[in-house]
Nanobody
Framework: QVQLVESGGGLVQAGGSLRLSCAVSGRSFSSYGMGWFRQAPGKEREFVAAISWSGSNTYYADSVKGRFTISRDNAKTTVWLQMNSLKPIDTALYYC???????????????????WGQGTQVTVSS
């Protein structure tokens, strides 16, 4: 069983920064691709960023490219999402997810992820 616990969300003014963490339990974290998704009220869940199991490949949604950075530490079984230059449109519930497929590039489609956390709320005020 794999468990994911997000933290680090909160209320921040536009232009500010937050760092989200996702602590993962499971024997094989170093083989999991990891992704961050978000869901705003009344909207579908959308892809934000992903990182391969090795950490060597990352990619981002166009809406966050240049502002957000995904990273991981396999020894700490943790993945982070550093969010800078936040905008009100970034307000959402942020989820991390684990892909057990050991792919060179983890997917951007939510249905391809195997495990999900409960989410952490990010609210950006204008």
């Amino acid at each position: 069983q794999v468990q994911l616990v997000e933290s680090g969300g909160g209320l921040v003014q536009a232009g500010g920064s937050l760092r989200l963490s996702c602590a993962v339990s499971g024997r094989s974290f170093s083989s999991y691709g990891m992704g961050w998704f978000r869901q705003a009220p009344g909207k579908e869940r959308e892809f934000v960023a992903a990182i391969s199991w090795s950490g060597s490949n990352t990619y981002y949604a166009d809406s966050v490219k240049g502002r957000f950075t995904i990273s991981r530490d396999n020894a700490k079984t943790t993945v982070w999402l550093q969010m800078n230059s936040l905008k009100p449109i970034d307000t959402a519930l942020y989820y991390c997810a684990a892909d057990l497929g050991r792919r060179p590039l983890p997917p951007s489609a939510a249905y391809e992820y195997d495990y999900w956390g409960q989410g952490t709320q990010v609210t950006v005020s204008s």
